[in-house]
């Protein structure tokens, strides 16, 4: 969508680039009764060197890639190029300023969202839902909110929040039950957790460990948040989280940035986790190559 409103936008892609140079990328919009939105233009690359240093680099890829972040990413980064990672879980900003620097514009965008790619080439929008925009370490700045204005401009809903940390573990809320149940219960769809009350009443444990990690960071979320947790997972439908999709394609999933981060810091701080240390302790066996 960026890149059709006119920014000059150039993606790489690395184990996708022959199917999407051949096939084109589009974009399925179910709330618009299933229009196709082609990319075009579509500038794609296969070698990072090939694109240069960049005013911005937007990060979408898992975060079981982070480590690999600095390698992948050098070739774009000159001393004035800024930061916009739109990945899940916790983590992934510091991940970045450690690699190039805390000094840096680095700005999160959480996706509330139901998109899922179902092919190499073709993502599909269930719920369009909205972007949540943080930067780390302080408020939203001018260059932050230059790409904010540039997602509106795209039509895509955006949110802005001042506290990032805050942001971040309100998302946990929903990340970590309904992505890791889905996987732990059976490789099952977000419907079948609200319809079973065991998990429903697991799942609610799961925010409540989160809303009191949350706490010990001088970081309050109301009860009536959580409930909101089940009303907005309701029109879903039997929704597949990604990392059940991941974990039903054999690929990685993202284990440390959506369970094992919050984990350690909520227990850090004193926090008895004993729900999420179950949870945690189920995936890692599950995801285990």
């Known amino acids: 969508m960026l890149a059709n409103s006119g920014v000059e936008l150039s993606f790489l892609f690395r184990s996708t680039y022959e199917a999407v140079r051949q096939k084109g990328l589009f974009l399925v919009h179910h709330q618009e009764d299933g229009r196709e939105e082609r990319v075009d233009p579509l500038q794609l690359y296969k070698d990072p060197s090939a694109i240069g240093v960049c005013d911005w680099v937007i990060v979408a890829v898992k975060s079981t890639a982070n480590g690999k972040l600095e390698e992948i990413l050098s070739p774009l980064v000159g001393e004035q190029t800024r930061f916009l990672t739109l990945q899940n879980g916790i983590g992934n900003v510091e991940n970045l300023a450690g690699f190039f620097g805390r000094h840096r514009t680095i700005l999160a965008g959480l996706c509330f969202t139901c998109i899922n790619r ?151 701080k004193g926090v008895v986790m004993d729900e999420l240390t179950y949870l945690y302790d189920e995936l890692s066996s599950l995801t285990k190559s």
């Not at 260059?143 to 904010?148: G, P």
């Not at 998302?171 to 490789?187: D, E, Q, R, T, V």
């Open 118 to 268: 179902t092919e190499a080439n073709r993502i599909e929008s269930l719920l369009p839902g909205y972007v949540q925009f943080g930067q780390y370490g302080s408020s939203l700045n001018q260059e932050a909110e230059h790409m904010v204005r540039a997602f509106e401009e795209a039509n895509v809903n955006v949110k802005r929040v001042d506290s990032l940390d805050e942001a971040l573990w309100r998302k946990l809320c929903w990340n970590i039950p309904f992505n890791g149940l889905s996987i732990a219960c059976g490789g099952i769809t977000t419907d079948q957790i609200l319809s079973n009350p065991p998990y429903r009443a697991r799942a609610l444990r799961l925010m409540q460990e989160i809303q009191a990690g949350a706490l010990a960071y001088g970081i309050g979320i109301e009860e009536s948040f959580l409930d909101r947790q089940f009303s907005l997972t309701e029109p879903m439908g039997a929704y597949r989280p990604s990392s059940l999709i991941d974990y039903l394609e054999g690929k990685p999933v993202e284990v440390e940035t959506i369970w094992g981060v919050p984990l350690r810091r909520a227990l850090s």
